[in-house]
């Protein structure tokens, strides 16, 4: 069996600070939602692999990538991923193999964007204008007039 990504003491500090589950409706509830562990556990190999998110294994049983991205932004969004990166700094032993530039999920903020090297940071584009629409005459013959049999 393989060696775990993370320790169960590292996860019941993380535990801690990731928000609670959302209630699933009574009504037609969908599928049931991959364990935070789990997909946690594949956030972390992804982090570490460098691979595409498309590519996580099925097999690992920490859901579809694309799972593990949709949680990983919806704790960016809760405000938690930034303390549960700095407990994994702290505590996890390989957390120097990790990946953290990959952890940014949508946009990136001009913050971020101050903390890294210039090198690093991608030139600004300038989009052209769009092109005015050409003016059209109004058409002189009324619609009426011009379709009259």
């Not at 169960?8 to 969908?30: M, N």
């Not at 050409?134 to 058409?139: A, G, K, Q, S």
Request: charged share 25%; proline share 14%; with cysteine.
């Amino acid at each position: 069996m393989a060696k775990p990504l993370l320790s169960d003491e590292i996860w019941e500090e993380i535990v801690a600070l990731l928000p609670p589950p959302k209630p699933r409706r009574f009504s037609f509830p969908g599928r049931k939602p991959v364990d935070n562990r789990k997909v946690f556990t594949g956030i972390l190999f992804v982090l570490k692999s460098g691979i595409p998110w498309e590519e996580l294994p099925r097999e690992m049983g920490c859901g579809s990538g694309m799972t593990c991205w949709r949680r990983l932004y919806e704790w960016q969004k809760a405000g938690v991923w930034q303390a549960v990166s700095e407990v994994l700094i702290a505590k996890l032993p390989e957390a120097d193999k990790i990946d953290w530039s990959r952890a940014l999920v949508g946009r990136v903020s001009s913050s971020t964007l101050h903390k890294q090297p210039p090198e690093a940071v991608p030139p600004a584009v300038e989009e052209p204008l769009p092109l005015p629409l050409p003016e059209v005459p109004l058409d002189p013959v009324p619609f009426s007039e011009r379709y009259a049999a």
